[in-house]
């Protein structure tokens, strides 16, 4: 089934651990996305790639890492994390970031941090 | 700054039509987009409005007015599947989505 796979869907981390969140897609789109949720707050970009081999800044992305070696994958790396990343965080594509199309999420990963 | 704003919860009846607004200051407009996410799941693509004027798609309908930067979702019939946050989205000048929070609609038999 052709869409976003994201991975662990669930983690539970110390603070001061590195942690990598995995996103792939199948459906050959040009730009990725990586947002965090937060109770009461709309979506934040943490990162996100056009194309692959580029990568920008998001709102938030202190704390965080991205790399788009190829089409299909943009993990995400928490180097050292902290609480305050205790968050779902959302993987998302497009096929053009500067179109209409509508974004594809993941599922989520649902990250704690003690 | 960049605003996006929409009601935090919303109360409706099975059966009954509902309009959730959205508005928005950005810097610059690429279109604006509405999302539904029910409680613990993905967001997923409802409507995407560029041009001023009602887009609609079976139940629901959404609406577009660049010059008020101003928005709102319909969402007509309403089932109890309905139950669930809306989020408005716009693209900005730099093709960036800025999000508003969500408006979490609740639905009463």
């Known amino acids: 089934i052709a869409g976003i796979t994201q991975a662990p869907t669930s983690q539970i981390l110390a603070a001061g651990r590195r942690m990598t969140l995995r996103c792939t897609q199948d459906m050959r789109h040009n730009a990725m996305y990586w947002y965090r949720q937060d109770l009461g707050l709309g979506l934040r970009l943490i990162h996100y790639?056009?194309?692959?081999?580029?990568?920008g800044k998001g709102e938030v992305p202190d704390g965080y890492s991205v790399s788009r070696a190829n089409t299909d994958d943009f993990p995400l790396t928490l180097a050292s994390a902290v609480p305050s990343q205790t968050s779902v965080y959302f993987c998302a594509s497009t096929k053009d970031s500067d179109g209409g199309g509508e974004l594809f999420f993941g599922e989520g990963s649902r990250l704690t941090v003690l | 700054g960049q605003n996006i704003d929409q009601p935090t919860e919303m109360t409706a009846t099975e059966g009954a039509i509902v309009q959730i607004n959205c508005t928005y200051q950005t810097s610059g407009f690429n279109g604006l987009f509405w999302y539904q996410q029910h409680a613990g799941e993905a967001p997923t693509f409802l409507s995407y409005n560029v041009l001023d004027g009602l887009e609609e798609k079976g139940r629901f309908s959404s609406f577009l007015s660049r010059s008020k930067g101003y928005s709102y979702l319909l969402l007509k019939e309403l089932q109890m599947k309905d139950s669930a946050s809306y989020l408005c989205a716009v693209k900005d000048s730099n093709y960036q989505l800025i999000w508003g929070a969500g408006t979490k609609l609740i639905i009463k038999p």
């Open positions: 790639s056009n194309t692959a081999g580029t990568t």
